[in-house]
């Protein structure tokens, strides 16, 4: 992972400076417990969600955007690799991981077909892409794949401490094929049940006509469909060369603050 921020001009003067706040809490060693694992992608690459607990004790406390990494072993040596956590920080019933399975990746194949019960050394929480609270503007989510995941973590923690007062956020998703809309229920759920919270699903390579909605690339909506860049902070997740893209491209339309996190 790779994590940085960029303030950029905003359009709209008077914008208050934001600083990157401080981490709230402390990372440490962790025992993590394998409580479920399962598909929410059938077709190859698999997309799965993986949970665990805790030994000795519940979920630690972490920050929405801060990921956990996980310990392993490869023919006699000990590797580890982060993953961002999806679940939020109010739900100490299980810590949530949402990865894809990667051609020859020995840890996403691992954590994959890992046994229910089998004990992992872990480290977290770790990472400093996260919110600052008060929330001082309206906000953009831009992923792409389980670069998504994050932003379930911070709406979720959102919509729990109601955080979401006075102002609009906006889900822009961006995938190949529609079963690549990951944690779609849930997004589109929040959608309905809040009036300030937009999402904007599109795909690239709509592999049937019963897709009806947006397609192409996340910039385009960015482009087109999200208005006001300079009264807007964006958080951008996803690989490479889509954040290095996302983030030129929101630092031309002048967004407030814009913020990133780009895995290899």
């Known amino acids: 992972m790779l994590r940085g921020a960029a303030p950029s001009k905003a359009t709209v003067p008077q914008k208050p400076v ?10 440490g060693k962790h025992t993590a417990i394998v409580k479920e694992v399962f598909d929410i992608t059938t077709k190859y690459p698999e997309t799965y969600l993986i949970r665990f ?8 406390d972490f920050e929405p955007g801060q990921f956990i990494s996980i310990f392993a072993e490869k023919e006699g040596k ?3 690799r982060p993953y961002s956590i999806a679940s939020w920080p109010e739900n100490k019933a299980f810590l949530e991981l949402c990865i894809k399975v990667v051609e020859g990746g020995f840890m996403s194949n691992f954590l994959h077909h890992v046994p229910v019960g089998t004990k992992l050394p872990t480290i977290g929480p ?18 792409t794949g389980t670069g998504v995941a994050p932003f379930i973590a911070m709406m979720g ?3 729990d ?10 889900m822009v998703f961006g995938v190949r094929y529609v079963q690549d809309l990951i944690y779609r229920d849930l997004i589109e759920k929040w959608e309905r049940e809040h009036r300030n919270f937009h999402f904007y699903p599109t795909i690239s390579r709509p592999e049937t006509s019963d897709w009806k909605g947006r397609v192409g690339y996340v910039q ?15 958080f951008i997740c996803g690989l490479h060369d889509m954040v290095e893209d996302v983030n030129n491209l929101c630092k031309r339309l002048g967004f407030a603050y814009v913020r990133f996190e780009k895995w290899d």
């Open 161 to 170: 401490r109601g955080l979401d007062r006075g102002r609009e956020f906006h």
């Open 220 to 234: 385009k909506i960015l482009e087109n469909e999200i208005k006001d860049h300079g009264r807007k902070q964006v």
């Open 157 to 159: 923690h959102i919509w």
């Open 78 to 80: 000990r590797i580890s």
């Open 18 to 27: 934001i600083q990157e706040a401080p981490v709230k809490f402390r990372s």
């Open 53 to 60: 607990t805790f030994e000795h004790e519940s979920v630690f």
């Open 126 to 143: 770790l990472g400093r892409f996260v919110m600052q609270e008060p929330i001082p503007f309206d906000t953009v989510f831009v992923a």
